[in-house]
């Protein structure tokens, strides 16, 4: 009979430990590896290693574990292994048991590679491995600013910019420095010394084309009977004046004050004696008798003349270059170079938004290219281009577009050049942007680069640069805000959020204020932005005094004595126009257009001109506006206020939306039909252009005349003009 026998429950308690304990080895050992070759006693961890992806130059390793899976020793030979691959630990006697193997791999040029490892054991079996090994190119790092190196670090695998150590020799992207060596990170050198031998010339140093000599400024006179005059050799001697200067304050025709051989004396003025001075449009008065005589004025008239909607163009810019050529741009189209001349040169597909800077064009991309140029003025050839995908590839990387923003001069080599971008993952019906400043030298050379971050700026309202300019010592300021509506021309909102740099584009400061963003003017440590009612300090963005200008500041003017808002209608419907002298901005002189309908335009420039012959130029605001007559073309004393000349415009109907000084003449342009203060002014319009002869006129050395921040929209505050 048979027996069955029975466990008890510590025995069944015990047998489940052991199951348990079954399991949990079985599992622990499907963690391992598996051994490979396993109907041989010699076996090894992986039939096939592939190594990381490397570089050249570069080792990569891997562990290989080979085993003696028998119980006596094993003598193993082994295949020899060529280079890149390397084997280090491969054991030729071993026991029973494992020894680890460093295989490594260290190309020395891209591409793949294989090998075979064999390893032969008598008696104990045969293991081979497949090995793999990839190298890849180094990969090209950002373009790295001035005095910076940008490597590849292999073991993070990413770009690591460092600075060049002090005392490196370096490239300062102009012409006018020399031993320029690495200092903190930065290119510093001497000023080049120019000097022709002639003292009556001005040795001036171009960044781009080395010392240059142009005539020196009029040499002063006594503001008596003795007017300066100039010697090669000793420079600023005295001559008498021509006789019957006008020398003080009495100028009529019974009494003035005139020099008469080098002195100023009080004499009867006769007939036909000049009693008052010429204007643009009409001839000076003539006394004649008691009488001071005037012709009538004649209305001013172009001797040139532009009509972009006959050729159906979007122009709706100009530039005047220091010769007179008049250079036309829009907004998405190439620029028209030399435009004053019989037939306008097309320049090439490389620009648009140009101003002047270096006596070159420098133009933005064209749409959504990312790109600046600084092109020849007649040719259009380019002399650089900069492109920012191509200089740093890692703030582009993944962008959906990347293209200009604004441009502004900050010194003779340093250019802010503002690049804006439609964040990755959007499309270009986006309103949200990404903005990145760099500053380039006179070379188109990289001086600094950064993306600009701020809470304004990661809005989705479109942020947009509506003002950006420069300070004397070639600090950058610019003012971001929302924009209002979609597309151009594009309208600003409120807040406006202000950033300030050094003129190697290290921030300074930073603030938010409550007004509207617009265009920004620089003079004497003031920031005045167009839509703001107070000045700020340039210093850190304070309020300046308790002064309110509660029209707004526009588009303001700046001699090295005042300041000149644009011109405003008060509640009567009058227009005036008014002086505030610096540095405290006090109330100083107020100009009434008397009679006048206006408007009186916003756009005014600082000109020079000779009111009285013999006398020294006087700095004039010129604009235009509607008087009762008709459009008129202005010009009121910088100093005082005082009228200085009145001169009706011929085929108008309103006043000039923009005006541009060349060397005697005055370029106006009219009918364009979209928003001038917004941005960019007048977008997609067909405007006229018209070019009126004024000899005489010139473009005014001031700090701030005017037009965009000065000649040629530079955005920049002249540091020497005026003082």
Request: net charge negative; charged share 20%; aromatic share 6%.
């Amino acid at each position: 009979m048979a027996r069955t026998r029975t466990v008890g429950s510590g025995g069944r308690t015990a047998l489940a430990m052991a199951l348990a304990a079954l399991v949990a080895f079985g599992s622990a050992c499907r963690d391992e590896p598996p051994l490979t070759g396993a109907r041989s006693l010699l076996r090894v961890s992986q039939e096939a290693v592939a190594f990381p992806a490397s570089y050249p130059g570069v080792e990569r390793g891997v562990e290989l574990r080979v085993v003696n899976a028998g119980r006596t020793t094993l003598d193993v030979e082994w295949t020899a292994l060529a280079a890149p691959f390397s084997a280090d630990g491969l054991p030729t006697r071993m026991g029973p048991g494992e020894v680890p193997v460093r295989l490594s791999y260290r190309p020395e040029a891209t591409g793949v590679l294989t090998a075979t490892l064999v390893g032969r054991a008598p008696g104990g079996g045969e293991v081979r491995v497949e090995l793999r090994g990839e190298a890849n190119p180094y990969p090209d790092c950002p373009t790295p600013v001035a005095c910076h190196t940008s490597t590849f670090d292999v073991a993070t695998e990413q770009c690591v910019e460092t600075q060049e150590p002090d005392g490196t020799a370096c490239d300062p992207g102009n012409a006018c420095i020399q031993g320029a060596t690495c200092t903190a990170g930065r290119c510093r050198g001497t000023e080049r010394v120019c000097d022709d031998g002639d003292a009556c010339t001005t040795d001036v140093c171009s960044p781009l084309d080395g010392c240059t000599s142009v005539p020196a400024p009029p040499c002063p006179g006594d503001g008596k009977c003795q007017v300066g005059a100039c010697d090669p050799k000793v420079g600023c001697t005295l001559a008498k004046a021509p006789d019957g200067t006008f020398c003080g304050p009495e100028r009529g025709c019974d009494a003035a004050d005139v020099c008469l051989d080098g002195a100023c004396q009080r004499r009867d003025p006769p007939d036909n004696f000049t009693c008052a001075p010429a204007s643009p449009c009409q001839g000076p008065g003539r006394c004649r008798g008691s009488v001071c005589e005037r012709p009538a004025a004649t209305a001013l008239a172009p001797d040139w003349t532009y009509d972009a909607a006959s050729n159906g163009e979007s122009l709706h810019d100009l530039l005047v270059g220091p010769t007179g050529d008049v250079t036309l741009v829009g907004f998405f189209v190439p620029a028209l170079l030399d435009a004053a001349g019989p037939v306008p040169v097309r320049a090439s597909t490389s620009g648009r938004r140009c101003m002047l800077w270096n006596d070159r064009l420098l133009c933005m991309d064209l749409p959504l290219s990312g790109q600046v140029s600084l092109l020849d003025r007649v040719t259009g050839s380019p002399r650089w281009t900069f492109d920012l995908a191509t200089a740093r590839p890692d703030f582009t990387q993944g962008l959906t577009t990347v293209f200009m923003a604004r441009l502004g001069v900050m010194q003779p080599d340093r250019l802010a050049a503002l690049f804006e971008a439609y964040p990755a993952g959007t499309s270009r019906d986006t309103l949200c942007r990404q903005y990145f400043l760099v500053v380039l030298d006179a070379f188109g050379g990289m001086v600094s680069a950064q993306a600009l971050r701020d809470p304004l700026l990661a809005e989705c309202n479109h942020p947009h640069p509506y003002g950006v300019a420069s300070d004397a010592a070639g600090d950058l300021y610019v003012a971001f805000g929302p924009t209002q509506n979609v597309g151009a021309p594009l309208y600003p909102g409120a807040p406006t959020l202000l950033m300030a740099f050094s003129q190697d584009g290290v921030p300074r400061w930073r603030k938010t204020e409550a007004f509207a963003a617009g265009e920004l003017a620089i003079v004497n440590g003031l920031l005045l932005n167009e839509r703001s009612t107070q000045a700020l300090r340039t210093q850190d963005g304070q309020a300046v005094g308790s002064r309110s200008f509660p029209q707004g500041l526009g588009r303001a003017l700046a001699t090295s004595s005042h300041v000149i808002p644009s011109a405003s209608e008060d509640a009567a419907g009058g227009w005036t126009l008014e002086g505030y002298a610096l540095p405290e901005l006090t109330p100083s002189w107020t100009h009434g257009f008397q009679g006048w309908p206006g408007p009186v335009a916003p756009e005014a420039r600082l000109a020079s001109w000779e009111t009285w012959p013999g006398q020294p130029p006087e700095t004039v605001v010129l604009g235009t506006g509607m008087s009762a007559a008709g459009p008129v073309l202005f010009a009121v004393s910088a100093k005082d206020g005082a009228e200085v000349f009145q001169c009706p415009v011929s085929n108008a109907s309103t006043p000039a939306q923009f005006l541009e000084l060349g060397p005697d003449s005055v370029v106006m342009m009219d009918g364009a039909t979209s928003c001038g203060d917004c941005d960019p002014p007048y977008a997609y319009s067909q405007a006229r252009f018209r070019r009126f002869p004024v000899p005489g006129l010139k473009p005014a050395e001031e700090p701030w005349p005017g037009t965009f921040g000065g000649p040629g929209h530079d955005h920049h505050e002249d540091p020497v003009r005026g003082r």
